[in-house]
């Protein structure tokens, strides 16, 4: 039976309650600033209301008015009803399409707190009006709570006779994870190692040889070392035969400058001037190497060079360059940063995003493509319509030239040329070097894709030949002195070789450091949340809070991604650019690949970027610079490199936008080592945990739900963190644990409340942090309890509440007194149709179902 029979009863209730609200100055200024005029359209019945909140006094008109909102909330005349008695759950109505929005709801949202003072005072207009029966007074229990209390008090009496077994549990070790903590971690710094270079044409050119040679030298040791079997790895990759791009494009570099290079880079780290022992180290996995071992041929670095990682990922390159370009930009330095990279992955969508992500930016990069003229196993021709890959340049408005990758000076005057661009703000370039490998895509396999007319002609063009006939023909060089340099290359790499060979072995302890930063310890310790004094605000407003005053603490830290300087898609962001304007307040192309891998190349650089991923369905278009790049360079490095980011995204559904843009994917990236995952479930751990993960020193994953953010809470004035990897207990209980995920946890209080109506005390537990898990707090009360009931909005099966079951019953199973419960989503792409929808979606009827199933 509808609350209302028609609009006229309906504005007899509303035109006395708004009356009453306009006499209240503080409800009447937190609405005026809001500055926009607002409609509510109701259904059931029809009838609208239309408030002009751009300034006092308060004006409000019923029916039809020439006044355009900038916001409308549809909903039921009921629904409104339940709204102002305070007993409507927003989000969830939200989810239901009980309340729909048309304009910008973010305006709404900071409103809510503001208006729940109203809520008693709709009481009593309902009471002075003598509508008295349309407040609702506390419904008779249900049959089934009577049933289902006796029933527990039943329960009750027959355990208490029941001792269980003994529990003995280790709960120091529970919360043991990889990130080293310290009272005061010192910013990792990198001192850059100086290469002095001879200033005259001459003597640069001698030097580019005896490199040349050593990086030549080098390769044929280690080939010769593949093919005895002296090297632990099935797959290296030389260069032999393209020595004059290296040499060429690093002597036009400082030592200051950026290289990201690929699979094939080692002679870009030579040329670049890196340590040859731990180089030759490296090569053999041992402890002495540049990475300590962890790294390898195809993923050898080293900081003091500016080499910022060698990349088994074809056209990560230019994503990594390119974030470090953007922090030389950021930090206003006059550095460049270099991507290396063959022709193949100029066919990669990361290749693409790159370029267009540095020209918009007029990044400071040059992205050198060593042409050689085989993507892999394939030739050119068959993976690319066009000739000369200089020119994908056009599509971007940067420079884009061709040159010839065997003559080392020809390398050296057109990267000289595109670093001088690139330091005096000019933009990127894309050098294209003709130049071809000897040897295979890499060693051992029988090159027979080629023909060997082909290769003999490459090599009479010598990249090492030609300047050594160059030098002599310039008398600059006899035959004696260059064969001498030669020797002396041979010589120096072969006491790199015995050293590599006698060093040791790293220490299997090893295994487990450099997964994380070290990171200060109060970001990981319980604490209060700052003072008492509260005020209650939305969970989208706690954000921007988080961000802002984290922008306003430290320089280094921006925020980038799509639409970011005007909000955003849920308005989020919105205000930001006022304050902090376009260099820190970063609007992106539609380029998820360049935005996170930019921030992994920024990371490493000294800046600490958080990333706004749209929806977190995007995740799965930049899942490399994730996965592969942030997650792992500090490991492969072997410490060298630090990535302070954040990637800031929201999920979750019940918007109705259907199965690409409502996922949960909080558990897809949960068993990635180096990866923090965060899921805040109210406005005050939004807040904390957004500022905690902006100190971090390591990569976070920080999830936002979508309904989460029309959510409202108390959250401190003060400044405050709240703790990553330290669960909380939501609610205290002794029948049963509700271990909650994200945004799962309304549903779990809801269900909860209801339980407790029949004598069923649940405990709660919301998670926040995923990576690190506070085992040691769900643990402690399991033990109390003896039940375990997980739910989270993700698919149930392989969700995390999976992982928390194995984890709790491995160290607990004696404490359990029945089989644990998992609640999550169907295992169904998420419809698009809301009865669908909310069908399979776990609400809290099922998280009750399943509290009573383990009872």
């Known amino acids: 039976m509808q609350t209302f029979q028609n609009s006229d009863q309906l504005y007899q209730v509303l035109d006395p309650f708004f009356q009453r609200l306009s006499e209240n100055p503080e409800i009447v200024e937190s609405l005026v600033a809001g500055n926009f005029v607002l409609r509510f359209r ?65 305006k709404a949202l900071k409103l809510l707190p503001a208006i729940k003072p109203a809520f008693p005072i709709y009481a009593e207009v309902l009471r002075e009006e003598g509508r008295e029966d349309l407040i609702p007074s506390e419904r008779q229990s249900p049959r089934w709570r009577f049933q289902i209390s006796s029933l527990v008090n039943r329960f009750r009496g027959r355990l208490s006779g029941i001792r269980l077994r003994p529990v003995s549990i280790d709960y120091a070790q529970l919360n043991s994870h990889l990130i080293p903590l310290t009272e005061s971690p010192s910013p990792q710094q990198t001192e850059f190692r100086k290469q002095c270079l001879p200033e005259t044409e001459a003597t640069l050119q001698v030097e580019m040889l005896e490199r040349m040679q050593v990086i030549r030298a080098f390769e044929q040791t280690l080939a010769r ?167 994908r340049a056009a599509s971007y408005g940067i420079p884009g030239i061709r040159v010839d990758g065997n003559d080392v000076w020809a390398v050296y005057q057109a990267m000289t040329e595109a670093v001088m661009r690139a330091r005096a703000g000019g933009g990127p370039t894309l050098l294209e070097c003709l130049t071809y490998r000897w040897h295979g895509h890499m060693e051992g396999e029988s090159v027979d894709y080629r023909p060997a007319a082909e290769l003999t002609e490459w090599k009479k063009n010598c990249p090492i030949a030609n300047l050594k006939a160059e030098l002599s023909e310039k008398k600059i060089l006899t035959t004696d002195e260059t064969e001498q340099i030669a ?22 302890a090893q295994l487990k450091t450099d997964v994380f930063s070290p990171d200060p310890s109060y970001l990981y310790r319980p604490a209060s949340n700052g003072d008492s004094c509260e005020r209650e605000i939305s969970c989208s407003t706690a954000i921007f809070e988080a961000l802002s005053e984290e922008l306003s603490r430290d320089e280094s830290v921006y925020l980038l991604g799509e639409d970011v300087s005007t909000g955003g898609y849920f308005a989020v962001t919105a205000g930001l650019s006022t304050e902090f304007g376009s260099k820190r307040i970063v ?225 607990a199973h004696a404490a359990l007194r029945s089989s644990p419960r998992r609640v999550g989503a169907e295992v169904v792409p998420i419809p698009y149709n809301n009865t669908l929808e909310n069908a399979a979606l776990p609400d809290a009827d099922r998280i009750r179902q399943a509290v009573l199933q383990t009872l």
């Open 225 to 391: 070392a593949f093919a005895s079997g002296n090297i632990p790895t099935e797959a290296i990759h030389l260069s032999v035969g393209q020595e004059a791009v290296a040499v060429g494009a690093c002597f036009a570099l400082r030592a200051d400058d950026y290289l990201a290079t690929t699979h094939r880079g080692h002679g870009h780290m030579l040329g670049k001037g890196a340590d040859l022992d731990g180089m030759m180290a490296e090569m053999f996995g041992k402890a002495t190497g540049l990475c300590c071992g962890k790294g390898g041929s195809m993923h050898v670095t080293e900081a003091a060079v500016g080499a910022i990682g060698a990349n088994g990922i074809v056209g990560a390159s230019p994503l990594i360059a390119a974030g470090a370009a953007h922090s030389a930009l950021l930090r206003q330095s006059d550095q460049v940063a270099v991507a290396f990279m063959g022709d193949g992955a100029t066919n990669q969508g990361m290749f693409h995003e790159g370029l267009n992500f540095a020209a918009v930016l007029k990044l400071p990069a040059i992205f050198v493509v060593e042409n050689n003229l085989y993507g892999e196993f394939t030739p050119q021709s068959d993976h690319m319509c066009l000739d000369r890959i200089a020119d």
């Open 487 to 508: 020797q002396r290359a041979l010589a120096n790499v072969d006491t790199a070789l015995n050293k590599a060979l006698a060093s040791p072995e790293p220490e299997l």
């Open 587 to 811: 609007d992106t192309p539609i380029s998820e690949y360049a935005i996170v891998g930019s921030a992994v190349g920024a990371a490493m650089t000294g800046r600490r970027p958080v990333a706004e991923i749209l929806f977190s369905d995007f995740l799965t278009t930049c899942m490399d610079p994730l996965v592969n790049q942030a997650a792992k360079l500090r490991y492969m490095s072997g410490g060298q490199y630090s990535l302070p980011l954040v990637v800031r995204t929201p999920g979750g559904a019940g918007l109705g936008m259907a199965a690409q843009h409502s996922q949960s994917l909080e558990a897809l990236l949960a068993g990635i080592p180096g990866l923090i995952i965060l899921a805040p479930a109210t406005p005050c751990d939004a807040k904390g945990l957004l500022k905690a993960a902006i100190r971090s020193n390591n990569p976070v994953v920080f999830f936002e739900n979508k309904l989460l953010y029309a959510s409202t809470g108390p959250v401190p004035i003060a400044d405050y963190i709240v703790p990553i990897g330290v669960a909380e207990e939501k609610r205290q209980g002794r029948d049963a644990t509700i271990v909650s995920i994200g945004a799962a946890l309304p549903k779990s209080l809801e269900a909860a409340e209801e339980l407790s109506s029949t004598g069923i005390e649940v405990e709660i537990i919301d998670v926040r942090s995923i990576v690190p898990l506070d085992l040691e707090t769900i643990v402690r009360s399991v033990v109390k309890t003896g039940r375990l009931i997980t739910v989270e909005e993700a698919p149930v099966v392989h969700g995390f509440g999976s992982e928390i079951v194995a984890q709790v019953t491995q160290v």
């Open 42 to 106: 109701y259904t059931e019945p029809e009838g609208q209301v239309t408030f002009d909140l751009r300034e006092k006094p308060l004006r409000w008109f019923f029916g039809d008015t020439d006044l355009s909102p900038d916001l409308e909330m549809i909903q039921s005349a009921d629904t409104a009803h339940e709204f102002w008695l305070g007993r409507l759950n927003i989000t969830g109505a939200i989810a239901r399409r009980r309340v729909v929005a048309r304009g910008p709801i973010s």
